[in-house]
């Protein structure tokens, strides 16, 4: 378990935590930033998707300092996030971490720090807690748009790119120290076969598994 959240606090940037600097939105939505962004939402939540992701950290000189890659299963809202040796299970409700390297699964109710590994949830429920605005168009007609939270957290802003084709692409964490995370989806392919249970820790499959509850 421990090797799961130090790579995910690396590779996240600590996006639970509390910053002491204030910067938070304010004003009018953007409506050119809310259309493309509920477009992108919509194809995310439509037939279920499979794609990988790469996270990226940067220093405060744009220098990589890690490199994680992930695959990753989503549908409406649920997700499987495998790793070498790690995978993340999630059925909307609750998070399985499972660290094959110890044989332990971790279970947990979803908190902030899950929905960034859900970029539907993201997308789809943002307004809860940022605001949008619309930044430009790039030469291949990917939107760039940057998502400002209303609270205080350890980073000031999220950058989203949003492909001509209502695809997220790239997703920027911007903290305060400079420092960037960043997760570089590709492979993306929609209509795959799932079902319920592939959003679930499969218990009986794994009975050698230590599992630790503390929902």
Same mark, same amino acid.
């Given at each position: 378990m421990k090797k799961i959240l130090i790579v995910m606090l690396m590779l996240v940037t600590a996006t639970v935590a509390k910053s002491q600097i204030t910067h938070t939105a304010s004003g009018t939505e953007d409506k050119k930033a809310s259309a493309i962004?509920?477009?992108?939402?919509?194809?995310?939540?439509?037939a279920p998707v499979t794609f990988t992701v790469t996270m990226v950290n940067r220093d405060s000189q744009k220098k990589e300092t890690a490199r994680q890659t992930a695959q990753v299963l989503y549908s409406k809202g649920k997700y499987r996030v495998s790793f070498p040796s790690?995978?993340?299970?999630?059925?909307?409700?609750?998070?399985?971490?499972w660290n094959q390297d110890v044989s332990e699964v971790v279970?947990?109710?979803?908190? @902030?720090?899950? *929905?960034?590994?859900?970029?539907?949830?993201?997308?789809?429920t943002y307004q809860k807690n940022f605001k949008a605005k619309y930044i430009r168009s790039e030469a291949d007609g990917s939107s760039v748009i940057d998502l400002t939270p209303k609270k205080s957290r350890s980073y000031h802003k999220i950058r989203v790119i949003i492909?001509?084709?209502?695809?997220?692409?790239?997703?920027?964490?911007?903290?305060?120290?400079?420092?960037?995370?960043?997760?570089i989806v590709s492979g993306f392919k929609s209509g795959v076969s799932c079902n319920d249970k592939d959003f679930v820790f499969d218990a009986s499959a794994h009975k050698n598994? @230590?599992?630790? *509850?503390m929902r």
């Open positions: 962004l509920a477009d992108a939402a919509k194809k995310m939540n439509g790690n995978i993340l299970y999630s059925d909307g409700k609750s998070i399985w971490h279970v947990q109710n979803i908190g @902030e720090t899950e *929905d960034l590994m859900n970029p539907a949830l993201l997308l789809s492909s001509k084709n209502s695809l997220p692409v790239r997703m920027e964490i911007h903290n305060y120290d400079a420092t960037v995370g960043e997760f598994v @230590e599992i630790i *509850d």
